[in-house]
């Protein structure tokens, strides 16, 4: 348990502002957690990303995250006229609530939105994985991944970052013509 450091993270909010970066969090985990925590802090926010959890709330999350990743490729394959089973890289199980929001974002057409439904979903995601965890690992361990939702969803605020998604869509639009 982490009793001070926990109690001294400032409260976030979906859409609120982000009261310090993900960098300043890792450093104050790498300082105030023991060695095998802080690596599953570090795995948690990609760093490295082929790590496994040892974690059973960061093993959760990464099973969501497949989960997610093979739910929108499933979509977008219907979306293609191509073969879902075909496409889909690994195995992820079903998650009906995963299923509706990203069928959800794919009918929303101003882009920007459809990203907003799915990090919502993966910020309710997050209640859940902390939901009654208070000074544990995992509380820490959803703070430092919703402060990196809150980055995301900062940079889309600004002028380089919305930008920078348009880029991100056209492209995707262009290997999606090219296919």
């Known amino acids: 348990m982490y009793y001070y450091f926990a109690s001294t993270l400032p409260m976030i909010h979906f859409d609120g502002s982000l009261p310090f970066s993900v960098e300043d969090f890792e450093r104050d985990c790498e300082r105030l ?27 959760g999350w990464q099973a969501f995250e497949q989960t ?11 979306q293609l ?59 820490i361990l959803s703070y430092g991944l919703r402060l990196q939702i809150l980055e995301q969803l900062n940079a889309y605020k600004t002028r380089d970052g919305h930008t920078r998604l348009e880029e991100i869509m056209e492209q995707a639009s262009e290997s999606v013509n090219a296919e």
């Open 33 to 59: 957690l023991s060695p095998r925590d802080y690596a599953q802090i570090r795995i948690a926010l990609g760093r490295p990303e082929t790590a496994q959890a040892a974690h059973p709330a960061l093993a």
């Open 68 to 78: 997610l990743e093979s739910e929108t490729i499933r979509v977008r394959a219907q």
């Open 81 to 139: 006229g191509r073969n879902p089973a075909a496409e889909v890289r690994a195995e992820g199980g079903f998650d009906a609530g995963i299923a509706q929001a990203v069928a959800q974002a794919f009918k929303t057409e101003d882009l920007l939105e459809a990203q907003r439904l799915i990090l919502r979903l993966k910020w309710d995601r997050l209640d859940e994985l902390a939901l009654n965890q208070g000074f544990s690992l995992a509380a």
